[in-house]
Nanobody, 127 residues
Framework: QVQLVESGGGLVQAGDSLRLSCAAS????????MGWFRQAPGKEREFVIA????????YYAGSEKGRFTISRDNAKNTLYLQMNSLKPEDTASYYC????????????????????WGQGTQVTVSS
């Protein structure tokens, strides 16, 4: 089992950058494929970006490619989301998620594929 705690959210202006972190408990973080999802007010939670347990494979939803970067430090049990050129439509609560993976290179983009979720961190981008 793994517990996830996100941090790094805040209020920024359009064009600014933020880096979100997701700290994972336990000593088997490297066994988990990870992902970031977000939920805007009045909308359903959606996939943003994912990374394999090795960090060698990443997958983007599409619109964030070139602006968002996912990375992980398995030695620090931490997942990151670097967000650049933020837009007001990026305003949402951002959640990290984890699932055990037997493959070092697989990624997952469906919510139902993930077993563990953080509590979320709010990102607000003003225009």
């Amino acid at each position: 089992q793994v517990q996830l705690v996100e941090s790094g959210g805040g209020l920024v202006q359009a064009g600014d950058s933020l880096r979100l972190s997701c700290a994972a408990s336990g000593r088997t973080f490297s066994s988990y494929a990870m992902g970031w999802f977000r939920q805007a007010p009045g909308k359903e939670r959606e996939f943003v970006i994912a990374i394999s347990r090795s960090g060698g494979t990443t997958y983007y939803a599409g619109s964030e490619k070139g602006r968002f970067t996912i990375s992980r430090d398995n030695a620090k049990n931490t997942l990151y989301l670097q967000m650049n050129s933020l837009k007001p439509e990026d305003t949402a609560s951002y959640y990290c998620a984890a699932r055990m993976s037997t493959s070092s290179d697989l990624i997952f983009y469906r919510q139902r594929d993930y077993d563990y979720w953080g509590q979320g961190t709010q990102v607000t981008v003003s225009s």
